[in-house]
Each structure stands twice: as structure tokens, then as C-alpha cells.
């Protein structure tokens, strides 16, 4: 069974920083590409930032600059620094990741069950 865990949520002022975690747990064979989604009220969910194995990364438009992901392939972790919060980045965080547990034969995406970031003064 694997699950993924977010941590770092809150609230901050806007042009603050918040950092979350993301950390896969199970009987894990492998990991490929790590990525952070979000999803505003009312709004569809968006891809946000994302990793690949190798540490490629990829940003949406109006994160970068002030967004950085990165991982602890040890530790099974993906992180995301974000800076320069503004209000419009209020939106619940979840961790997607693309898994093959040890057990079965094929890779799957998970998702964690999200942390809330809301940037208010």
C-alpha cells in the first residue's frame, strides 16, 4: 500500500514563504515523475510544478520565479518552496506521484489527500 503524506500548509501574508512536503510511504520498487497540483474554489485542479527521476523540472507560468520543487530521492520526498506568496495562490495542495509499489507489476499515480495554503493579509 502506498500512501502520500502532505505537510506545510497555512496561512501566510501575502509576500511570505511556505514549504510543503510530500513523502511516499509503502513497499515502493521505483518513482518517477513527482509533481504538486492545486485547486482554487470554484477552479479546475492545475498543474503546479513538477520533477522528474533525473531532477528535470517544469513550472506553470505563474509560478515561476518564486516557486522551486525538488526531491530527496532517499527519503522518497518532493518538496515545494514557494516565494513571494500572493493571494491568488490560495488553493488546497496535493502531491501526485507516478509509483510502482513492490508488489505489482505496473507503475501508478497517487495522490495525497492535500494541505491547504492561504495567503491573506
Known amino acids: 500500500q502506498v500512501q502520500l503524506v502532505e505537510s506545510g500548509g497555512g496561512l501566510v501574508q501575502p509576500g511570505g514563504s511556505l514549504r510543503l512536503s510530500c513523502a511516499a510511504s509503502g513497499t515502493i520498487f521505483g518513482i518517477n515523475d513527482m509533481n504538486w497540483y492545486r485547486q482554487a474554489p470554484g477552479k479546475e485542479r492545475e498543474l503546479v510544478a513538477a520533477?522528474?527521476?533525473?531532477?528535470?523540472?517544469n513550472y506553470a507560468d505563474s509560478v515561476k520565479g518564486r516557486f522551486t520543487i525538488s526531491r530527496d530521492n532517499a527519503k522518497n520526498t518532493v518538496y515545494l518552496q514557494m516565494n513571494t506568496l500572493k493571494p491568488e495562490d490560495t488553493a488546497v495542495y496535493y502531491c501526485?506521484?507516478?509509483?510502482?509499489?513492490?508488489?505489482?507489476?505496473?507503475?501508478?499515480?497517487?495522490w495525497g489527500q492535500g494541505t491547504q495554503v492561504t495567503v491573506s493579509s
Open positions: 520533477i522528474s527521476s533525473g531532477g528535470g523540472t
Open positions: 501526485n506521484a507516478d509509483v510502482r509499489p513492490t508488489m505489482a507489476p505496473r507503475w501508478m499515480y497517487y
